[in-house]
């Protein structure tokens, strides 16, 4: 520890984490410590080069320094409580210090450790399933190269202009993995940086908690401090939050003190920050308004292209994790044909597509057992077991009625000969979401719309297409139409 002491390039704090750890052995080759706290670890193992250099100074042979993240098996009491002892101890930093006599620590020093203490058993929550969402295992394409993209530049802290970052899409497209590729990066390259995840619905638990804590008149200001302390700042689902006022009082409080010491902040919804205000939201302008100050960036559904890539990826990687793991019933050969049929019959919820093709590999498996192969018509009963075909069909009368309300419009005007501003954007609309809602060819399209030509049907997708690339704002009103027709029927 004394060869340590001396290096300039290692601070107190790291220098105390490695003396909290326990020595476990030691051979010819590595030299073990294990920790219960895998912040320390993770810190403690970004300076394993030097520690290995000083290891090889005392023994005269290299050895490798080796961090083992054990279960803490004590019994721990649920108070986050600091003694003026320990923090006495713990706030010596040097051995100068040391010899100083011990001074009595102040109350706002003792709830300073003891909110830290909280913030870094928040950062501490990454389950072992969490731990896999990483960048390297998420599967790319045009519907969410830029929020992949984005999350990555906040993760290494490359660009500060992204603050705060909020992604939004609908359910099983993955926002949930980029948040978490957001912590387990942080987690993994720079540890000093506190990091805590949170699903709103936990958020306003915790607010609630604190709220009617009646053991401390200052319970709310004292989880403010605790999520004050942090640098970056995950909130995930923030819809869940609409309607919980005092909670979204409370988390503006926090959001802004975290701006103003430029803290990172990064949201997730099923929506835009827009939309999070309407109906009967609790978020109101201000509110949306300051949620879209960064950056705020979509995820679409994913097309043919982007779910056989998702299929492959998920197929190749389930094959070697149940290797590894040594998880008998998976390890099914699924021939490249028969994928690509997969993502023929595959929906658009990424993660009901992860439990398709685990379901075709064990059924590979067992056909290769009886000799056989899988066939598509084993694909084509566990897809309809995934996404059943009896829900009710979209019709282009329904559609059309839900546009007409939406842009309030007659129904004579929007398939007739009009050609004002508001008649044609509705008309493209309508005609748009026709050609992705129904199975209806484009001449049929064409007169259920007034009897137009086939070129004048693409003429209307080619314009909403180009218009949705362009305007965030049009882009966000097509898919509360789309969501509003799809849920109705």
């Known amino acids: 520890m004394a060869l340590l002491s ?38 403690i193992t970004q300076h394993a080069k030097i520690i290995e250099e000083c290891l090889e100074q005392a023994s005269f042979q290299p050895l490798e320094f080796v961090v083992d993240l054990v279960k803490d098996t004590r019994t721990v009491h649920v108070s986050n409580e600091v003694s003026p002892e320990e923090l006495t101890r713990l706030t010596a930093p040097t051995e100068q210090t040391a010899t100083m006599a011990p001074t009595k620590p102040t109350p706002s020093e003792i709830q300073r450790a003891e909110d830290l203490a909280l913030t870094e058993k928040l950062a501490e929550e990454v389950t072992q399933i969490d731990s896999k969402l990483t960048f390297e295992r998420f599967v790319a394409g045009e519907e969410n190269r830029y929020a992949l993209e984005a999350a990555k530049q906040v993760a290494n802290g490359d660009n500060k202009s992204y603050n705060p ?16 590729a957001i912590q387990n990066y942080i987690a993994k390259n720079d540890p000093s940086r506190r990091c805590i995840y949170r699903a709103a619905a936990d958020f306003v638990d915790d ?25 970056v700042l995950i909130i995930d689902d923030i819809q869940n939050m609409m309607t919980a ?61 982007l779910k056989l890539n998702l299929i492959n990826a998920f197929y190749e990687r389930m094959r070697q994790d149940a290797i ?18 997969m993502a023929e019959r595959a929906g658009t919820n990424i993660r009901v597509i992860e439990g398709f093709v685990q379901s075709c590999l064990m059924q590979a498996n067992r056909r290769e057992r009886a000799g056989q ?20 069909v979209v019709t282009v009368d329904h559609i059309q009625r839900i546009v007409e309300k939406f842009y309030d419009v007659a129904h004579s005007d929007l398939i007739g000969s009009k050609r004002n501003k508001e008649l044609m954007e509705a008309r493209h609309v309508g005609i748009w979401l026709t050609r992705e809602l129904t199975d209806n060819t ?48």
Not at 255 to 261: G, Q, R
């Open 245 to 305: 006022g005092g909670t979204i009082r409370f988390f503006f409080k926090t959001f802004n003190s975290l701006m103003s010491h430029n803290k990172q902040i990064v949201l997730a919804a099923d929506r835009s920050p827009s939309q999070l205000g309407m109906g009967d939201s609790k978020f109101d302008e201000r509110d949306t308004s300051r949620m879209d100050s960064g950056l705020s960036v979509s995820i679409q559904v994913p097309d043919y292209e």
């Open 324 to 341: 590894d793991e040594h998880v008998e019933g998976v390890v099914g050969d699924i021939p490249e044909e028969m994928r690509r049929y």
């Open 373 to 392: 192969v899988i066939s598509r018509a084993d694909i084509t009963e566990i897809a309809n077991q995934k996404w059943p075909t009896g829900q009710r």
């Open 6 to 43: 001396a290096r300039d390039d290692i601070n107190h704090a790291t220098l105390a984490m490695i003396e909290s750890c326990t020595p476990t052995s030691m051979d010819d080759e590595s030299f073990h410590v294990s920790t219960t706290l895998g912040f320390a670890q993770r810190k």
């Open 165 to 180: 970052l909020f992604i939004y899409g609908k359910s099983g497209l993955g926002k949930t993995h980029l948040l978490r």
């Open 207 to 231: 607010y609630v908690m604190a709220a009617t804590d009646r053991t401390s008149a200052s319970a709310s200001s004292v989880l403010a401090a605790r999520y004050q302390n942090v640098d």
């Open 442 to 489: 484009l001449a049929e399209i064409g007169k259920k719309f007034g009897g137009r030509t086939h070129a004048t049907v693409k003429h209307s997708i080619a314009w909403v297409d180009d218009f949705k690339k362009r305007d965030r704002i049009f882009h966000d009103r097509i898919e509360t139409l789309r969501d509003s027709i799809v849920d109705a029927t």
